[in-house]
T-cell receptor, first 115, second 115 residues
Framework: NAGVTQTPKFRVLKTGQSMTLLCAQD?????MYWYRQDPGMGLRLIHY???????AKGEVPDGYNVSRLKKQNFLLGLESAAPSQTSVYFC??????????????FGQGTRLTVV | GNSVTQMEGPVTLSEEAFLTINCTYT??????LFWYVQYPGEGLQLLLK?????DKGSNKGFEATYRKETTSFHLEKGSVQVSDSAVYFC??????????????FGQGTTLQVKP
């Protein structure tokens, strides 16, 4: 079972470069999320999507863009990378629900270093 | 706003010791509460959850009780094993019409269990 797959797993960027992180899920989930994980700060929500063609800002959206052209994919873009964006990025997905008690399924993460 | 606070780590225990990781939250209304675990090099996975006051979530010998009066959701295990070494995250998901399954995480607590 693939679940949530993130590519790439590791990447080193120079300041000012751009890149796209890809998240793919095979569980037919409506909701998808991008989080970043930083030491001592837990995970913080960057952007999320409640369905194909929709996106919304999370807690820390600045410097990132996202797209959800297909239900199974959620892309996170960095147009001009900065050292402050050095982090571990996690994608997650969950089913559409009328309540908040639904489990989120996470990918294995992408470790990004901006030098 | 909603927030989650966890005890700072790292926590180092000997095998078969009793584990408690404290978690308190601030939220409007009655959120759902979760514990996620992150094993080395992996993404997060749900350990247990509770969706209303006095609920007890349990899994793999871990337990946590949703305490509304103290706004707490402490994680406990009676006898830890080396394989329990991981980072543990407390999280909440708020109820309400705007809910989209977004999670708010604590900062994470690293547990190291020594043989």
């Amino acid at each position: 079972n693939a679940g949530v797959t993130q590519t790439p797993k590791f990447r080193v960027l120079k300041t000012g470069q751009s890149m796209t992180l890809l998240c793919a899920q095979d569980m037919n989930h409506e909701y998808m999320y991008w989080y970043r994980q930083d030491p001592g700060m837990g995970l913080r929500l960057i952007h999320y999507s409640v369905g194909e063609g929709t996106t919304a800002k999370g807690e820390v959206p600045d410097g990132y863009n996202v797209s959800r052209l297909k239900k199974q994919n959620f892309l996170l873009g960095l147009e001009s990378a900065a050292p402050s964006q050095t982090s571990v990025y996690f994608c997650a997905s969950s089913i559409r629900t009328g309540g908040p008690n639904t489990e989120a399924f996470f990918g294995q993460g992408t470790r990004l270093t901006v030098v | 706003g909603n927030s989650v606070t966890q005890m700072e780590g790292p926590v180092t225990l000997s095998e078969e010791a009793f584990l408690t990781i404290n978690c308190t939250y601030t939220a409007t209304g009655y959120p759902s509460l979760f514990w996620y675990v992150q094993y080395p090099g992996e993404g997060l996975q749900l350990l247990l959850k509770a969706t209303k006051a006095d609920d007890k979530g349990s899994n793999k010998g871990f337990e946590a009780t949703y305490r509304k009066e103290t706004t707490s959701f402490h994680l406990e295990k009676g006898s830890v094993q080396v394989s329990d070494s991981a980072v543990y995250f407390c999280a909440l998901s708020a109820h309400g019409s705007s809910n989209t399954g977004k999670l708010i995480f604590g900062q994470g607590t690293t547990l190291q269990v020594k043989p």
